[in-house]
Nanobody
């Protein structure tokens, strides 16, 4: 059983940065596709960034492209989301997700494992 635990969320002023971490336990996620999603109050969950199994292919939503960066550290069994130039509209609960698929996955229904989420609040 894979467990994902997010950390690094918090309150930050607009223009600031945060780095979210998603630590996995239960088995190595070396070849898993990983994704970061977010859900704001009253809105549907949306994909923010995704990375394929070997970490060489990434995807970003248009709203975060150029500001966010996703990466995997297989030695630490952890995936990161570096968030820069944060905006008030980035405020949401952020979730990481994993699937034992080498391919890049952008559909939330494709992910098998989910974390509990971490709150990110950006004040304007």
């Amino acid at each position: 059983q894979v467990q994902l635990v997010e950390s690094g969320g918090g309150l930050v002023q607009a223009g600031g940065s945060l780095r979210l971490s998603c630590a996995a336990s239960g088995r190595a996620l070396r070849y898993d596709a990983m994704g970061w999603f977010r859900q704001a109050p009253g809105k549907e969950r949306e994909l923010v960034a995704a990375i394929n199994g070997n970490g060489r292919v990434t995807y970003y939503s248009d709203s975060v492209k150029g500001r966010f960066s996703i990466s995997k550290d297989n030695a630490k069994n952890t995936v990161y989301l570096q968030m820069n130039t944060l905006k008030a509209e980035d405020t949401a609960v952020y979730y990481c997700a994993a699937n034992p698929s080498y391919r890049l996955l952008i559909d939330s229904r494709s992910y098998e494992y989910w974390g509990q989420g971490t709150q990110v609040t950006v004040s304007s």
